[in-house]
């Protein structure tokens, strides 16, 4: 049996993400769960986390879950998985817990969490990552991991021999990590894809696989994909591939079961990530004077629907209708 490393662990989150890395990370090191998703704490704090996944293969684990800081073990390492109208609370109880050399680090959707983890832990115990890995919750306690994907985590003056242990600790666990100079690339190349799959999702309420499926769908992807990679450029930015566009489709392709974050948020009524991902587009967009309709647009159809409007598919459609001209004439 692999030696534990002495690392404690705090995962801010007890939704997917958290418990994907939290499931992934306690057969490796001390890890507790903190979030307050009642029937999760329950369920988890009585039976344990149960993960299945695609090949039909089911794994079984046991570790502290909590609501309570006072229980949490001083952390070397505080990783925030929670939302990210939630990162202001995290960040908050993360610095409540953390070493005085430990380190944060934010794997969330979406721009401007750092900053505030930042405000929340000082900037040389805050760092900034991404991860491609794919899960939804199928109940409290139970656990999908739809996909593989890498981890990337930047680079933090001071912290190098700290990443390299926790980048090592990932590796172990099975959540393939690099660490990168600079994140800012990987960054916007995430919210792009996040752009083009997350709100056409959670509209319409399909799996990531059905917008590749449909040309009009596949187009207005495509759009929002776009506008990021443009706003992006604006910016000096150069995204970690060529054509997002075609890439956000691709990622489609790959996930086309997976049910995107924010379509789980929409199906129970909870609030969403528009705000951090087409919401975030919009308004670098305005500042750079960088036109970003698609995604105006798809945050305005999100936000609407996550305030109980009715929300009839056609609107979508019209869209389609309107790019498949555009793209018609170019």
């Known amino acids: 049996m692999t030696k534990k490393s002495t690392l404690n662990i705090a995962i801010f989150g007890v939704g997917a993400m958290g418990s994907l890395f939290g499931s992934r990370l306690s057969d490796h090191a001390h890890v507790t769960l903190i979030g307050n998703w009642a029937e999760q ?47 202001t609370r995290a960040a908050q109880q993360a610095a409540q817990v953390l070493n005085p050399n430990g380190l944060a680090v934010t794997l969330q959707n979406g721009l401007g969490n750092l900053e505030i983890l930042v405000d929340a832990v000082g ?12 899960a939804t919750m199928l109940a409290p306690g139970h656990l999908y991991h739809a996909g593989q994907g890498p981890t ?56 990531n696989g059905a917008l590749a499926e449909d040309e009009g769908l596949c187009q207005v992807m495509a759009a929002a994909a776009s506008e990021v990679a443009q706003v992006a450029a604006a910016q000096g930015i150069r995204l970690p591939y060529t054509d997002a566009a075609r890439r956000a489709a691709e990622v489609s392709k790959a996930t086309a079961g997976n049910r995107s974050s924010m379509l789980q948020d929409v199906s129970r009524a909870a609030p969403t990530e528009i705000d951090a991902i ?11 004077g960088i036109p970003t309709p698609v995604n105006e647009f798809l945050l305005r159809l999100v936000k609407a629907k996550e305030s109980g409007r009715m929300f009839d598919p056609q609107q979508v459609r019209l869209l389609t209708q309107a790019l498949g001209r555009a793209y018609s004439l170019a």
């Open 41 to 87: 704490l329950e369920t988890v704090g009585r039976d344990g986390l149960t993960t299945s996944y695609p090949d039909g293969r089911q794994t079984h684990h046991t570790l502290p879950i909590t609501n309570d800081l006072a229980v949490v073990p001083p952390a070397d390492l505080a990783l925030i998985l929670v939302k990210s109208y939630q990162t």
């Open 123 to 134: 900037p040389l115990r805050a760092g900034l990552g991404i991860t491609a890995q794919g």
């Open 152 to 207: 990337h985590l930047a680079q933090i003056p001071g912290q190098e021999e700290r990443l390299t242990e926790v980048a090592a600790l990932f590796n172990a666990a099975g959540l393939e990590t690099t660490l990168v100079d600079n994140a800012d690339s990987l960054v916007w190349g995430k919210l792009a894809i996040n752009a083009g799959i997350n709100p056409l999702t959670a509209l319409l309420e399909l799996p």
């Open 278 to 288: 087409s919401g975030a587009v919009v308004r670098f967009g305005r500042r750079l």
